[in-house]
């Protein structure tokens, strides 16, 4: 876990060993320990380089071993003592430092960093702060404005950004660890007292409570209710007004407050819910590990909507090039526009120059012949969708792959209409597409695991976090939103306004209520949608719609916002009104508050108080049953990837780790006990009856998350 060697007679080399990323195990830190030890005992050794195996220092505390009790030497303490040795330590740092990794790096008494190093304290994002010295050594090394910075945020910086703060002495373009060898021998004669960081004094700006108040300002505008950065501001204040002894006690209490608290098991599940959900598995039995996905070099987007535009630059800015195609000149001219504004901002954004050699737009599908993949974003309109799917099978050579980037319709009916069914799967994007981070890849029953495994990498390479999902209306998260937005108009019909529910959704922690963000999404979009499934239509009687339509119970009020052209933001007023077409900035409007009034009137509703709990218990318990439905008919393999697709595709708060994680946080039982609750009040509301997944979970003592799987994988997957 930690290798010894002589190095040039005199320079003890500490490896650090535990793939993939050297992560501070108690065997690795156990490893630190002895060898640490054995150099400073050994009267041959003049001076220590820690380096780790692979081309990787450390990425820092093992993070599964939180969930235990602690074992092996603490790391604190053994930190303090490598710093207090009187050998020259310096640490070569090749892939990352990051967490406890930059803290083992800080009590080094140098730092070599390789050129395309990333270093950073990213605890912040686990919930916890840099609790090995981080928050008390950064401060005194850098100063505390860009260590309040780095700690609050979590960025890593590149190793030349960390040169120029003062984090590394010397970048290098060869190998890090040779480097430092020699750097050490020239080290040993030099004193180390000014490079013991913990005995610095730190540079204290004059105006120090007002930064300190400015970036706490700035926290909780951004991060509402999030409790990690706000101890990380505490932690440096400590560092700023206390000598080293105390401000470490202070970041031990800070790091105990958070290391218990819900948030951070909610972010640290979230860390691995991320990078599980990327492992899929069919029925087949083929699997992310074991099918190799093809290479995309070429590709084309048909439709040069807001999501075609936006897949068109996710591509292009990955070196893929693109063909868009459009139907008529003038939706191709402004597309082309659009394509080219945003490439051009995205690329000055990054500091690259914008490939808009890539892209070609044209008015014919005929010059799709060559192209290794395409993705329609067409209207959803499904006749349309299988209009271009059967010209598509014809035009393309018979080995590129179709994706369709619907929303919620069969993959499997357009896989109907081509030649190769075996070649076509869902791409659902999420707008704006080249923003959104989440990518859901919809496995048709005939959909090929090297289909998969391609439409999955591909999402990769564009940097999104993809989820393979089975193939049913509205897939996961749109299928999920329905009991939540639907549990949201009916407490509209029993006394709530919109802005008393997107209040409580966004204390939740949600980044934008439900109704708010129907606004931002346009409220036509899913009443058009309702025309067409027929629950709405002229048939309708507006002065008396009905309120069961189609055997369930129905809330017309978001028709009757449409019937009066509020679509939301676009036209200036939906569920609220705005200063002006396109405005962003939401007020409440009387004239929602009249509707609502009237509509209560005509159907004999007394409105009545209802309290945050009851928003968040029927809007959430609804959302997450609607989840253990999904597992249950096998539409996602786990609990990890609803979540994830709610964290990235809907706003969930990571800090709560998702609808499925959330309920597991509440409790089964308490989540099953006020589902029936809500159940027996509206008998006529079906997704509030308890799936009957929850309850077996709950009669089988309610296991933790982790072992959900085990009690579902009975069930016929459609993954
Ligand atoms: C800390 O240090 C606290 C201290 O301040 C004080 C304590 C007292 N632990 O991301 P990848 C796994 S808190 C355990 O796919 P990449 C990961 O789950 C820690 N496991 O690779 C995955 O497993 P699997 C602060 C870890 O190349 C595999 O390694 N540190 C850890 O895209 C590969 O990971 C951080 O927050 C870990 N620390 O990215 C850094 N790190 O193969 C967290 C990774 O089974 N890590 N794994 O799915 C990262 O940000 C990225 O993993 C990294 C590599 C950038 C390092």
């Not at 495994?453 to 509205?474: I, Q």
């Not at 809330?555 to 679509?567: H, L, T, Y």
Request: contains cysteine; positive net charge.
């Amino acid at each position: 876990m930690a290798r010894y060697e002589l190095v040039k007679r005199s320079v003890a080399l500490i490896t650090l060993t535990n793939p993939p990323v050297n992560s501070l195990s108690s065997a690795v830190r156990h490893g630190i320990a002895k060898t640490m030890d054995r150099a400073l005992s050994d009267p041959k050794v003049t001076a220590v380089v820690i380096c780790g195996e692979n081309g990787r220092f450390c990425g820092g505390a093992d993070i599964r071993e939180f969930a235990g009790p602690l074992r092996g030497p603490p790391l604190l303490p053994l930190l303090d003592s490598i710093e207090a040795g009187d050998k020259p330590v310096v640490a070569a740092i090749e892939g990352v430092a990051l967490g406890g990794g930059l803290e083992l790096a800080l009590v080094c008494h140098y730092r070599i960093a390789h050129s395309k190093a990333r270093l950073g304290l990213p605890e912040v994002t686990l919930g916890l702060l840099p609790a090995a010295g981080g928050t008390q050594r950064l401060p005194r090394l850098i100063g505390i404005p860009a260590a309040l910075e780095l700690i609050t945020t979590g960025r890593h910086v590149s190793s030349q950004e960390a040169l120029k703060l003062g984090i590394v002495d010397q970048v290098t373009e060869h190998n890090a660890c040779e480097v430092a060898v020699e750097f050490a021998l020239r080290a040993v004669a030099k004193p180390l007292s000014s490079r013991r960081l913990s005995a610095l004094t730190v540079p204290c700006p004059p105006d120090l409570d007002a930064l300190l108040e400015a970036v706490t300002m700035q926290i909780q505008k951004k991060a509402r209710g999030v409790m990690a950065p706000l101890a990380c501001v505490q932690a440096v204040r400590a560092a700023a007004t206390m000598p080293y002894s105390q401000g470490i006690k202070r970041e031990s209490e800070l790091m105990a407050t958070l290391f218990n608290s819900g948030q951070a098991r909610a972010l640290q599940y979230s860390f691995f819910a991320e990078r599980t959900a990327g492992k899929w598995t069919l029925p087949s039995g083929a699997q992310w590990n074991d099918t190799k996905p093809r290479e995309i070099r070429s590709a084309a987007v048909i439709g040069l909507g807001t999501m075609g535009r936006g897949i068109a630059v996710s591509l292009a800015r990955v070196g893929i090039s693109v063909i868009a195609v459009e139907s008529d000149r003038k939706l191709m001219e402004s597309g082309r526009q659009m394509v080219i504004g945003m490439l051009e901002r995205d690329a000055k954004r990054r500091g690259v120059s914008a490939s808009l050699n890539l892209l070609k737009f044209t008015l014919s599908l005929q010059d799709l012949k060559d192209v290794d993949l395409v993705i329609e974003a067409v209207f959803e309109d499904m006749a349309l969708k299988k209009r271009v799917f059967q010209e598509l099978s014809k035009v393309c050579r018979p080995t590129t792959l179709l994706c369709s980037n619907t929303s919620g319709l069969d993959v499997d009916a357009l896989a109907g209409v081509t030649d190769r069914p075996q070649l076509v799967s869902g791409m659902h994007f999420f707008s704006p597409a080249h923003v959104m981070k989440l990518l859901e890849v919809v496995c048709g029953p005939r959909s090929s695991s090297e289909t998969i495994a391609t439409a999955m990498s591909l999402g990769k390479r564009m940097g999104k976090v993809s989820v393979a999902v089975g193939n049913c209306p509205g897939f996961v998260g749109n299928r999920m939103l329905k009991p939540y937005s639907d549990q949201a108009t009916f407490l509209l019909e029993e006394g709530a306004t919109p802005e008393q529910i997107d209040k409580v959704l966004e204390d939740f922690g949600f980044a934008m209520g439900v109704f708010r963000m129907s606004d931002l999404a346009g409220l036509d979009v899913g009443w058009r949608v309702r025309k067409e499934s027929g629950l709405t239509g002229p048939d309708v009687d507006p002065k008396n719609p009905p309120r069961r339509r189609q055997g369930r119970k129905y809330c017309p009020i978001p028709d009757m916002v449409c019937e009066q052209g509020r679509f939301g933001q676009k036209t200036g007023r939906g569920w609220y009104m705005y200063d002006k077409p396109g405005g962003t900035n939401a007020k409440p409007d009387p004239l929602i508050q009249n509707l609502l009034e009237t509509y209560r009137g005509r159907y004999g509703i007394k409105p009545r108080n209802i309290t945050e709990q009851e928003i968040i218990e029927r809007c959430l318990f609804a959302l997450a049953n609607e989840g253990f439905r999904i597992l249950k008919d096998g539409i996602a393999a786990q609990p990890e990837d609803i979540d994830v697709i709610y964290q990235f595709g809907y706003g969930f708060p990571r800090h709560r780790g998702g609808p499925m994680f959330y309920a597991s946080m509440v409790g089964l039982e308490r989540v099953l006990e006020r589902l029936e609750h809500y159940h027996q009040a509206h008998p006529d509301v079906s997704h509030l009856e308890p799936s009957p997944l929850l309850k077996k979970l709950v009669a089988c003592g309610s296991p933790p998350i982790q072992k959900w799987r085990e009690h579902i994988k009975t069930i016929h997957s459609h993954l």
